[in-house]
């Protein structure tokens, strides 16, 4: 079955950088674009960031344009978000997801706290 796994959050002071990384399985990794979102406390999830299946097309929230940059390698399965010079507002459970077969799959998640 599809499986999702992200991890790399944790706590950061403003200004500092994290890389979360997402594992996939059971499923045509590389025929898939893939994509982060994050959920602030109390707010919706939004999307941050999108990669194409073969990575040569990103798109970015305005919001992280220019700190934030999404990457895979198909060889491992694996999609990834370096993230720099954090804000306090990028505080957020990040999650990563693919659409396979029409239906919407997500990861448990990784928490990512900025704060001073």
């Known amino acids: 079955q599809v499986q999702l796994v992200e991890s790399g959050g944790g706590s950061v002071q403003p200004g500092g950088s994290l890389r979360l990384s997402c594992a996939a399985s059971g499923f045509t990794f590389r025929s898939t674009a893939m994509k982060w979102y994050r959920q602030a406390p109390g707010k919706e999830r939004v999307l941050v960031a999108a990669i194409s299946s073969a990575g040569g097309s990103t798109t970015y929230a305005d919001s992280v344009k220019g700190r934030f940059t999404i990457s895979r390698d198909n060889a491992k399965n694996a999609v990834y978000l370096q993230m720099n010079s954090l804000k306090p507002e990028d505080t957020a459970v990040y999650y990563c997801?693919?659409?396979?077969?029409?239906?919407?799959?997500w990861g448990q998640g990784t928490q990512v706290t900025v704060s001073s």
């Open positions: 997801k693919a659409e396979v077969w029409f239906n919407n799959y």
